[in-house]
């Protein structure tokens, strides 16, 4: 078995009605519904303030090298989320303008980069979203190993081929193919509560008195007293 230079294209996506139904939800309100347990640290930021939402197609390379990457944009689907498992090294970017141009011409969903990306005006003016740790101007190699449809580590989260990914201006936060449709209650339910409450704060109808005991009540089941 060619350990490294391997390619896993069969894997099972996350409906495409789930796609649609996150394309509106708030990472922060998803991240509230997973205990925060889902979302992506270390670093990784959005390059061009635009919004991701889609399903993971996932890549693993050495530090500096995206001879696979290259390669995965012939064989990912319209809507994926290329996700480069670059080992968090940004010394030599994995993603440039060149790689953007032609993931839009094949209606590729973004990027997503545990490492470094170039050409920043490229990306400013892509369609498509980019995430990415940090930015350098020095190209990288084309070598290999790397392999596609495995497993991956992006900002400190586990992202397995198919898992849903969101991400906009706060970040981004993945979600397991198989708790997408249950999550999404759960989503739908906190973001109206917040709304509603956000909406009376700014009208000066919200509680107070709701909000002291929320909070207090929970300093003090934690030992807190009052000096």
Known sequence: MAVGFRAYLDFERVDESLVKEY?????????????????????IKSFNKKRLVGAAFTIKVPAGDNLVAQMALDYAKPGDIIVIDGAGYQDRALVGGMMLAYAEQRKLGGFVV????????DIKNSTLPVFAIGATPLGPYREGPGEIGVPVV?????????????????????????DAGELLEAVHKNLAMEQTE???????????E?????FTDAFLSRGGSFA
């Open 154 to 178: 992006c900002g400190g989260q586990v992202v397995m081929p198919g898992d849903l990914l969101v991400g906009d201006a706060d970040g981004l936060v993945v979600i397991p193919r198989q």
């Open 23 to 43: 394309q509106t939800i708030p990472s922060s309100n998803i991240g509230d519904c997973v205990k925060r347990m889902n979302c992506m640290f270390g670093g």
């Open 114 to 121: 545990n490492g470094a990306v170039r050409d920043i005006e």
């Open 198 to 208: 956000m909406a009376h704060m700014k009208d000066g109808t919200y509680s107070e």
């Open 210 to 214: 709701k909000h002291k005991k929320l």
